[in-house]
């Protein structure tokens, strides 16, 4: 795991100075403290308050980033190495991510209900992208010299594609699950804005309504810290699958 620079820790704490001044000067409700939010946050930690929250949203996303990222990197595999496939799906791919996911919330409220179901779908479809984008692009620039090797080599196809072209398209595949894992965050927390009476979006949508700012900054820090160890997860298994094709 990357080490944190001493002029970011030295840069974050500038900024919670900086923060702590303002909201001096100014009213809780528009910008409470650092010092009453971690409060705040710490309270609720400990009471329990948040565990649920946390738990429904974590599943969300762990569900649908898995659901998503398996399928598009099944549809990324199928249409690099299916020309047809790509000249007949890509354009549609292409205007089904044009439409904001927020846009189609409702509609899949609607299909789905307001359980888990349709926020997973959201978070889902927002993760399939990078990763069906990322597995094609890795496919189609396959080094030629190699390709030629195995060719030569006698490899059919399905060698080709899973001793060749995958491992070598690994780097992108996996730099399109990190921004699949972020994203899936997002997807989540927007599906419970929403429609949903529990998880860490319907929270910050709660807090608005009882105007609770230090509440809203509180889940705003969770869902940042949510969002951060996912993406340091997927950073380990980037160096693991790495270390793995280098010994290989």
Request: proline residues 4%; positive net charge.
């Amino acid at each position: 795991m990357k080490k944190v620079p001493i002029y970011s820790c030295l840069l974050f704490i500038l900024i919670l100075f900086i923060w702590e001044g303002l909201a001096s000067q100014m009213n809780e409700l528009i910008l409470p403290a650092p010092s009453v939010v971690v409060t705040n946050l710490l309270e609720g930690l400990k009471s329990g308050y948040y565990t649920p929250h946390l738990i429904r949203t974590s599943l969300e996303i762990i569900i649908g980033l898995f659901l998503g990222s398996c399928l598009g990197m099944f549809a990324g595999i199928l249409m690099g190495e299916v020309a047809f496939l790509r000249k007949l799906l890509f354009p549609y791919v292409i205007a089904s991510q044009a439409v904001p996911k927020l846009a189609l919330a409702p509609l899949f409220i609607l299909w789905f209900g307001f359980g888990m179901t349709s926020k997973v779908v959201i978070t889902a479809l927002i993760c399939f992208f990078p990763l069906m984008e990322n597995t094609v692009t890795a496919l189609q620039y396959t080094d030629r010299q190699k390709f030629e090797l195995f060719r030569v080599l006698g490899a059919n196809r399905w060698q080709i594609l899973f001793k060749l072209k995958i491992p070598a398209g690994l780097p992108s595949i996996i730099a399109g699950f990190r921004v699949a894992a972020i994203l899936a965050v997002v997807g989540a927390v927007v599906g419970e804005f929403i429609g949903g009476s529990e998880g860490l979006g319907a929270l910050i949508i709660a807090s608005q309504g009882m105007m609770d700012t230090p509440l809203m900054f509180s889940v705003l820090i969770l869902v940042t810290i949510l969002g951060t160890l996912l993406y340091q997860i997927t950073y380990l298994i980037e160096k693991r699958l790495l270390k793995y094709k280098k010994q290989s």
